[in-house]
């Protein structure tokens, strides 16, 4: 019969070796670097190759006044784009909130084409009278870990990359990109799944909160009469 000492020892090892043995899940999650093919690094593929040297010239001497941003069409791109249409009424209320002197319209996912290029969203950007569109694209990744006797926890990424497009110039007078690295416990009882949308989308806002101050920057408020 084995020595109760010896039972100890053995639980004491097994809930050790529980501790520190992991499972681990490497991201990205629901997103690819591939993406990038068909999302924002496309939308101008088409427009730049046809460009003449008079049109380079144009864009180059064209003098760009940050007045005359007014009303902003928002225009996500990429996987996590395509699930923030559905959020775009989220998106604008706190861009809204944060830049009073600036009106933002939603794109209708009906009327935009599934490779939409520069031209054509000039064309439905003027449509709904927008003067600019704000073109943005979330990227995340994650390491998600499994442990036994812990709860699960994640490495987590998330990058904001933004910019600017006049449409009546077509030039891009404003870029940028946010980002966020972070870390978080999962709640016993969470799906992971649920708990990795929940990170993120906590971390999105957070990002958009950022540009909406970057913006704010660029178009101060105007003075109350």
Known sequence: MPQPRLILLAIACLAGAGCFATAR???????????????????????????????????LAF????????????????WQGREMIGHQGELSEILAARCPGLTFVRVPPILVPDRPSGAQIRQLSARL??????????HRKFDYTQRLFARDRADLAISL???LFDVRSGIIPRSGVLDEVFDAEKARGLHPMTFLDQEFGRSARVLVGRLAEELSKMKP???RP
Not at 129 to 138: G, K, P, R, S, T
């Open 25 to 59: 899940e490497q991201g990205p999650w629901r997103d690819d670097d591939s993406s990038r093919s068909v999302a924002s690094a496309a939308i101008f593929a088409g427009d730049t190759q046809g460009a003449t040297d008079a049109e380079i010239a144009a864009a």
């Open 63 to 78: 003098a760009w006044d940050p007045a005359s941003v007014q009303r902003l069409a928002l225009f996500p791109t990429g």
């Open 129 to 138: 009278q927008a003067d600019h569109v704000l073109i943005f694209e979330l």
């Open 161 to 163: 990359e933004w910019y």
């Open 221 to 223: 408020p105007a003075p």
